[in-house]
């Protein structure tokens, strides 16, 4: 049975517990906590478990209820009943959502039948997770979605951006921990899954490469899981980047990001101080933490998903591109389609950047990609998969393609083997022209009027930009009486 087919094969059971009141969330959740367990057993890593608590004990309980009393007992103290840091950071606050003895019974029975491995003896545990995690995301009601980004576009954020071993590497917004998953697995693929390293050298990758900070406790749980599952150790930390805890984390070869959307609750500003430019919209705040937290070496690197408003607002969103722009090499932005994220019509880009060795004129020229203008509206008709970035992955990488820029130019080509694409979508726009636009990003869509960008109004780019300074307006005037008020 193939890593997909188990995988709806799990999925599916949630259909049978819906009368237990479970939701597709809280059924994840519990599939994390048992799939756990199962995992201590195949792995081999049970001594860390109290004998009572250990997987065969509840595969092999006849009475339902004593199973399921022993499991509400196990989330309840193996906090404090192990010496296991994983295993506490897994189970942390951790209640059932279960209320039939039957249904645990159904569910444990289910995993221990299943076959973990396909034929050429691969672990494909990893692989019914990351379906497990994607099928919750598409689940709309679940609201799972903002915490998973779709799986092509990390992957080819992760393939652009040429990860290397001994590198550090880090998502300041980690939901799932998919973007770090990836990267690993790019270098597991190129380097026999690490076997051809030396003791130190897999322990730094396995520990030590990569690492994670997650805001909601959930999906903090689920991103470990998810590690686990990948043969990953990584450091994922339940805290909020932009406090305080967030001055820590610097100094890093990569990051790959896709922050959460919106301002912060109440408007308020973060509470860290080293921001020069704070303000109250997230992802402005996260793009300066990204760039901030970028090694000097020029050679530190970031792809960081975000959307329009970061490119064209006023204030402090235009002294925060140009420090960014002076800081880094904002060598290539990528105008995604619409409608591939959770929340319909939201429109997105990807930022790719380099760190520069100086404070100053580290951009040139910013290369742009339209993916946006007449493309076909992704869905269940239309897949989004990596062949939609075919086209980009050509004129990014000077029609060469990711190994021989890899070997050759590690990992960014020159603008004139850019300059030699020939593609409506792909076009140069210099640091001076960027600047006389009051240093907006929002450019490179190709001009058609007959554009639907994801909706069906047809309407054309410049009135959709009007009504949306209209609403930011608005929103302004709200903010400022509300602040009034309090």
């Known amino acids: 049975m193939s890593a997909e087919e188990i995988a709806n094969k799990l999925w599916n059971l949630c259909n049978v517990l819906r009368d237990d009141g479970v939701t597709y969330h809280q059924y994840l959740n519990e599939l994390t906590y048992i799939l756990f367990l199962k995992l201590s057993e195949v792995k081999g890593f049970e001594e860390h478990l109290p004998e009572e608590y250990r997987w065969r004990g509840f595969v092999n309980e006849t009475d339902n209820n004593e199973a399921f009393v022993r499991y509400r007992k196990f989330l309840a103290e193996i906090s404090n009943k192990t010496s296991s840091d994983s295993i506490k950071e897994i189970y942390a606050d951790a209640s059932t959502s279960l209320r039939k003895p039957v249904n645990f019974n159904t569910l444990v029975q289910a995993i221990d039948k299943i076959d973990w491995y396909e034929e050429n003896d691969r672990d494909v545990m990893g692989d019914i997770y990351e379906s497990l995690l994607e099928k919750n995301a598409g689940e709309k009601k679940s609201g799972a979605g903002q915490y998973f980004t779709p799986r092509p576009l990390i992957n080819v954020m992760v393939d652009l951006l040429v990860p290397k071993l001994g590198e550090k590497w880090n998502d300041p917004a980690a939901g799932t921990f998919g973007f770090m998953i990836s990267a690993d697995h790019y270098l597991r693929e190129k380097h026999d899954e690490y076997y051809e390293l030396s003791e130190k050298e897999r322990k730094f990758q396995e520990e030590e490469a990569f690492s994670g900070v997650e805001l909601v406790g959930d999906a903090h749980r689920l991103a470990l899981m998810n590690a ?58 996260f793009l300066q933490h ?9 050679k530190a690197r970031a792809a960081v998903v975000l959307p329009d408003n970061v490119l064209f607002e006023d204030g402090d969103g235009q002294r925060i591109r140009r420090d960014l722009m002076d800081k880094c090499n904002v060598h290539t932005i990528l105008r995604l389609p619409t409608g591939i994220f959770y929340a319909a019509g939201v429109k997105t880009n990807v930022l790719f950047f380099t760190r520069g060795t100086t404070e100053t004129g580290n951009t040139k020229n910013v290369w742009f990609y339209d993916m946006r203008t007449n493309v076909p509206n992704y869905g269940k008709r239309t897949p989004f998969t990596e062949k939609a970035f075919e086209d980009f992955i050509k004129a990014y990488t000077g029609g060469i393609g990711y190994e021989e820029v890899e070997e050759k130019y590690d990992g960014l080509v020159s603008d004139e083997m850019r300059e030699k694409i020939k593609d409506e979508r792909w076009n140069r726009i210099s640091r001076e022209k960027i600047a006389e636009k009051n240093d907006s990003l929002d450019v490179g869509l190709i001009v058609d009027s007959s554009v639907s960008n994801g909706d069906d109004l047809g309407e054309p780019v410049e009135i959709a930009k009007e009504a949306l300074a209209e609403i930011q307006e608005i929103t302004k005037q709200l903010n400022a009486m509300i602040k009034e008020l309090n």
Request: glycine content about 10%.
């Open 228 to 285: 686990h599952l990948h043969g990953m150790e990584s450091k994922i930390y339940l805290a909020d980047t932009l406090t305080e805890f967030g001055k820590s984390l610097k100094n890093f070869d990569g990051v790959l990001a896709n922050p959460p959307f919106g301002t912060k609750k109440g408007g308020e500003r973060p509470t860290r101080d080293d921001f020069t430019f704070p303000t109250s919209n997230k992802q402005l705040n």
């Open 290 to 298: 990204i760039y901030r937290s970028l090694k000097k070496d020029g």
